[in-house]
C-alpha cells in the first residue's frame, strides 16, 4: 500500500480546488497567445540588462544576505526582486497593513 501525503491548503486554495472540482472553470478562448503574451511580460520583466554598484552598510548587506539565504535565492536576485516590487507598487509597508 502507497503513502500519500496529506496536503495542506489554504481558504483560498481550497476555495480554487472546490471550485475546480465542482466544473466551474471553462478553457478561455484563445488562451495559448494569452499565455504566450504574458510569458513575454515574464520574460521583459526579469531580463538583467544593467549592472548597478551601490553602497549599502555592512549590517543591511548581512541582513539582505541572511533573508536570500532563508529565502533559498542568491542575495543580488532578492534585492533585484524587491526594487521590481517596489516599482510595480507591489511593496506593502507591514506597518500600514496589518
Known sequence: MAHVAKIRLDREEAELLGSYEAGEWRTVEGWEEEAGRYREYARATFRKDRRVNIRISSRDLEGIQK????????????IASVLHKYLSGRLVDRREHP
Open 67 to 78: 533573508r536570500a539565504l532563508e529565502e533559498g535565492i542568491p542575495y543580488q536576485t532578492l
